[in-house]
């Protein structure tokens, strides 16, 4: 949804709190188990795991043991492959076994090089919405599930801020991906890109029908969308009611969302599968 260098500063805070933190509410060398209750549960935790889970180029985080730190947990964002950016501050500490894990899987199938595509886009030109629909068309090509488009305000309408509808959205998409059956239609890391195609375009009416004729709606006929999941307050979207037309034009499903409950879950290396309590 973000670069990560502008949520760095937070992913990493949240990150050390909650190790140093939970270092002395723990035995040393404590059950895995054990270390990813207190991880999971830590006030800041949900903190941590929802700036990571914003930033596009992290896909996962991975559980360290620390030797240096009386093999206490450490937290580390996994990159994306070749993404070159070093989570840590200065030289990179002794990282021990690797016990647990979680994987993003609203970001399956991205690449650092559709990141690098994407941030270099000319927003002032309108045949770079052609360059954008290819690059998602690219991605999805390497899914292989039915996939659902999630349909809502971002623009105009919804909870009446941009960033409050991107939240929003971001959080629905990423729910959504816990679910096996389906994969995602996931825009997200292209709308820094189309907010200033519209903002500097002469007429944002324009732009604007320009996204979704030349980007959502030869998405729409490509992919093979099964089901279209509509956020509360679709209707009062310009752009939600266009889509939700087109989805009847094409015959695909539309439903309203309904959350989940599902959160991501920390893997065990072992097998063993430990997710929040909170």
């Known amino acids: 949804m973000y670069p990560y260098r502008i949520l760095q500063n937070n992913i990493k805070g949240t990150a050390i709190t909650v190790c140093n933190e939970i270092s002395g509410e723990i035995p040393e060398n ?24 914003r930033s596009n180029e992290v896909d996962g985080i991975d559980f360290h043991i620390s ?33 647990a894990t979680v ?13 690098n595509l994407i941030e270099d886009l000319n927003f002032t030109r309108d045949c770079a919405i052609d360059s954008a629909y290819k690059i998602m068309q690219d991605v999805m090509s390497r899914e292989s599930r039915p996939v659902a488009m999630v349909s809502g305000p971002i623009s105009t309408g919804g909870k009446g801020t941009r960033e409050e509808n991107l939240e929003l959205f971001h959080q ?28 500097q375009h002469e007429h944002a009416i324009v732009a604007g029908k320009n996204i979704i004729e030349r980007f959502y709606f030869p998405l729409m006929k ?9 956020i509360p307050g679709w209707e009062t979207s310009t752009g939600a009611l266009v889509e939700f037309h087109e989805a009847k034009k094409l015959h695909i499903e539309t439903v309203p969302y309904v959350p989940t409950g599902l959160k991501p879950k920390h893997r065990l290396l072992n097998g063993v599968v430990a997710t929040s309590t909170n």
């Open 67 to 99: 030797p240096k730190r009386g093999d206490m947990p450490v937290l580390v964002p996994r990159f994306v492959a070749g993404f070159k950016e070093n989570f840590f501050s200065s030289r990179k500490p002794q990282l021990g076994e690797k016990f």
């Open 222 to 230: 490509k992919v093979p969308i099964k089901k279209f999941v509509q």
């Open 30 to 53: 404590s059950p895995r188990e054990q270390m990813i209750s207190a991880i999971t549960n830590h006030r800041y935790y949900d903190s941590f795991l929802s700036h990571t889970i």
């Open 172 to 199: 629905v998409i990423v729910e959504l991906s816990l679910d096996d059956n389906f994969a995602v239609l996931n825009t997200m890391p292209f709308q820094n890109f189309f907010w200033k195609y519209r903002t």
């Open 103 to 115: 994987d993003f899987t609203h970001r399956a199938h991205w690449t650092i090089e559709d990141f």
